[in-house]
């Protein structure tokens, strides 16, 4: 029985990961080609095919215009074919050029004006810049600009951030003359800035304080990413040490905690952050501990004695740990909610886009400098495995997860590799240039080395999604 409870749950796990994958990445290609489908029509090109998937087709209807839509098997991206495409790369078709007749020109992409053939190109990526602004933008709207206030609540003992003077409560006020109003965008700085030093300015008891850190790459587990490393200081702020939940088979459970209890002490210890509940118990050493929780007004003794146990899937740090089985609820102690109006909600949106694209690239800098492993590029795999998680979360969380999604997309379409948009718009960039397109054979040539390039770039993210491979199938063995 427990095998076929076994096989149930990895079962509904595969259709969460499958529906997750299958949402967020439909979305985002539909959107992709949308952007090229649309500006095209306006430049009066004759749209033959739009498709969303590669290979056999699962169903097709043909519209007024006589453009196919199409969806195929392989969900793992789509296109939109021209007239005068040879095929689903938009490599020109110079014989079917020749034979068209004087009607059939005029819907022909090539002998559009360099402007307009740029124009059709870029709108794919934008359009997926655009759906990222869109989602987050309607979230901030929905429910808020929630900022933290950037504090170093606790400081890590020789952490860098311990190295470099901080003290706990310093509230950082700029990086690198960067103004700092939410402890997210500390995050953001140091994950961008490995082997950097960041100058921090800080509020320490109303005096300006500067202070010289360097981040560390330091490995981390998380259930959303997985091992990876990180570039880190050792700041944390400070959450609120009040507990969502109890775990029916936990220490805490059968001390007699409950959902709502405040933990006021630990061996006597006052605790104003969840996270020093958490160094606690972790330091426990399988010894009882004495508890005061605020329960209703009234304080209550409580003692427990923490168990080595195994977390569940979506802990952050799925490790075998002493535990007490109690759930955050993962507010910040110093957080507040702001609600903003559209027009501000959009300008957030771009913001938290743009963050994103300078994130990303900054990474990919980092790769190239030597200050970064690539073991970050996932490819297909990484992406349904994730969207998987965040479904389980919450769908919420997995549209969010798709505007993420939709700006990696668009981005990575911009990069001037042949074969992809942006390698597309280089050749028009010298066509505008020099006044004449780039050599027939010359693109040919290319479009085969950008197409090993993505193959290669392919086999890479594959190979570092092996472990999430083996993860997936680990209950075969």
């Not at 007024?64 to 991206?77: D, E, S, V, Y």
């Not at 495409?85 to 050029?97: T, W």
């Not at 800080?202 to 981040?215: M, Q």
């Not at 004449?436 to 040539?445: D, N, T």
Request: aromatic share 10%; glycine share 10%; net charge neutral.
């Amino acid at each position: 029985m427990e095998f076929i409870a076994q096989i149930a749950d990895n079962l509904s796990g595969a259709l969460l990961v499958l529906a997750g994958f299958l949402f967020a990445l439909t979305v985002v290609v539909f959107v992709h080609e949308l952007g090229h489908f649309l500006v095209a029509r306006w430049c009066g090109v004759t749209v033959t095919t739009f498709s969303i998937g590669f290979g056999k087709e699962i169903g097709a209807f043909v519209d007024k215009h006589g453009t196919r839509w199409r969806f195929a098997w392989i969900p793992l991206g789509g296109y939109v074919k021209f007239l005068d495409d040879e095929n689903a790369a938009s490599v020109p078709d110079r014989a079917a050029l020749e034979q068209m007749n004087e009607a059939q020109r005029k819907g022909a992409f090539q002998l559009k004006p360099v402007w307009q053939r740029a124009a059709v190109v870029a709108a794919g990526p934008l359009a997926n810049f655009l759906l990222a602004i869109v989602i987050f933008a309607g979230f901030i709207w929905w429910t808020g600009d929630d900022r933290i206030e950037p504090r170093a609540d606790y400081v890590a003992p020789g952490s860098p951030a311990a190295i470099a003077g901080f003290k706990s409560g310093d509230v950082v006020l700029s990086i690198g003359g960067r103004p700092i109003s939410d402890f997210k965008q500390i995050t953001q700085v140091v994950w961008t800035s490995p082997g950097r030093t960041l100058d921090f300015v800080v509020n320490r008891d109303g005096k300006r304080v500067a202070l010289e850190v360097l981040p560390e790459l330091k490995e981390r587990n998380d259930y959303i990413a997985g091992k990876h490393r990180r570039p880190t200081i050792g700041i944390r702020y400070a959450i609120e040490p009040v507990l969502a939940g109890v775990t029916k088979d936990g220490a805490a459970a059968a001390a007699g905690f409950e959902a709502g209890d405040r933990v006021v002490s630990m061996n006597g210890k006052e605790i104003n952050d969840f996270n020093q509940l958490q160094e606690i118990v972790g330091e426990s050493n399988g010894q009882k501990l004495d508890v005061v929780v605020l329960r209703d007004g009234r304080e209550i003794a409580l003692a427990m004695t923490p168990k080595m146990t195994t977390p569940g899937k979506k802990a952050s740090d799925p490790t075998r740990r002493p535990l007490i089985g109690v759930l955050s609820t993962g507010r910040p102690v110093y957080w507040k909610v702001e609600n903003v109006g559209l027009i501000e909600s959009i300008r957030l949106g771009a913001e938290r886009t743009w963050s994103i694209i300078t994130g990303t690239l900054s990474y990919v800098g980092d790769i190239f400098a030597g200050r970064q492993s690539a073991e970050q590029i996932g490819g297909p795999v990484r992406i349904a495995d994730a969207a998987g998680k965040f479904a389980a979360i919450g769908f919420p969380y997995l549209v969010q997860f798709t505007a993420f999604i939709s700006v990696s997309i668009g981005l990575i379409n911009l990069f001037p590799i042949p074969i992809l948009d942006g390698g597309h718009l280089v050749f028009y960039a010298i066509e505008a240039v020099t006044g004449r397109p780039v050599k027939e054979e010359i693109q040919e040539f290319s479009f085969r080395v950008g197409l090993a390039l993505i193959l290669m770039l392919m086999m890479l993210g594959l190979y570092n999604d092996l472990g999430i491979l083996a993860r997936w199938f680990s209950w075969l063995g």
